[in-house]
């Protein structure tokens, strides 16, 4: 079965390396990884001086110029420079655990269940409550979730992170793929269309990658406001499922975890990082009240309004 993996990049550093050597250790081989790079400049930076092609020669790289990239559709892009049956998303910041990664993805991939994800670990240098977010989302559980499960989970039945994952060929071509154009979430809004589809999402928690991010308060609001323009922006995905239960659970969670850990002094500074995630994720769904100038300044994808000021323009 051929597998190949995509991820797209942006001025990467040699951690990118790190990454490209730890997929081509796979215990399932790996055809073709296909980077779908924003900026020839700094990839060749990176690369000067080695032999990259002969070092690396099942990875193409494909440039593309800022203004062109988009999260659905880049990574749509690069679904179709392969021909392979499975492919993984991944983005470059996220490191396999270990050598059965995609082996333990690509076993999901079977019967009803269009797509699998995995499971991300916190890095070494994560602060407490990154630990305590990825603990959240990232069970040690695995499970399948399908259309009985909405009631019960709600908006965590159509969670699904590119960070790394796995789909079918044949499903996502039946399904459209990614949304071409999209602020966030296009991992979720495909996801979302599988399940209604009658398909199954699989979460794999054997299959790790470590991926985290010790964000200030201030780019925590700046992320959930994409994050609350994507919802906005798609009704037809979330409008029925609210999402604000389940940052519910996380406090509850963080409450449980510093209490128990003998930590509840921290408790105070969790809940102002969550203060500033809701305000930023409240400001994205009432994105279309505010002024285009502070939508410039507090969102963390510029190039995405651009995008769209030009699609008005041709309108007009």
């Not at 240098?125 to 709600?154: M, Q």
């Not at 928690?205 to 798609?234: C, K, M, P």
């Not at 975890?257 to 809940?271: D, I, Q, S, V």
């Amino acid at each position: 079965m051929k597998i190949d993996i995509i991820i797209p990049a942006y001025k990467p550093g040699k951690a990118l390396f790190t990454l490209l050597d730890r997929l081509e250790g796979q215990s399932v081989p790996v055809r073709n990884i296909i980077l779908m790079n924003t900026g020839r400049e700094h990839f060749e930076a990176l690369i000067r001086g080695m032999e990259f092609a002969e070092k690396y020669p099942n990875v193409q790289v494909h440039h593309l110029p800022r203004e062109e990239f988009d999260h659905g559709g880049t990574r749509h892009r690069g679904v179709q420079y392969s021909d392979a049956e499975i492919f993984l998303t991944m983005t470059q910041d996220a490191l396999p655990a270990d050598p059965y990664l995609v082996e333990k993805l690509v076993q999901n991939l079977k019967g009803k269940v269009a797509a699998a994800y995995a499971r991300q670990l916190p890095g070494p240098d994560s602060s407490e409550f990154e630990r305590i977010s990825r603990a959240f989302n990232y069970p040690e559980t695995s499970r399948v979730k399908t259309a009985d499960d909405l009631e019960k989970l709600g908006i965590k039945t159509f969670f699904c992170s590119n960070v790394c994952a796995a789909y079918r060929r044949d499903i996502y071509e039946e399904l459209g793929g990614f949304i071409r154009h999209t602020i966030f979430n296009e991992d979720m809004i495909y996801a979302a269309g599988a399940v209604r589809a009658g398909y199954g999402i699989a979460y794999e928690a054997q299959a790790r990658v470590i991926h985290s991010h010790n964000y200030t308060n201030l780019r925590q609001l700046r992320r959930n406001f994409d994050l609350g323009v994507s919802q906005a922006e798609h009704p037809e995905v979330f409008g029925a499922v609210a999402s604000e239960a389940e940052g519910k659970k996380l406090v509850k969670g963080a409450w449980d975890t510093l209490r128990a850990g003998k930590k509840l002094y921290r408790f105070p500074g969790f809940c102002l990082q969550c203060g500033f995630k809701y305000a930023g994720y409240l400001l994205g769904k009432h994105y279309k009240k505010l002024p285009r100038s502070l939508v410039m300044r507090i969102t963390t994808n510029r190039e995405y309004w651009r995008q769209e000021a030009a699609k008005e323009d041709n309108v007009k």
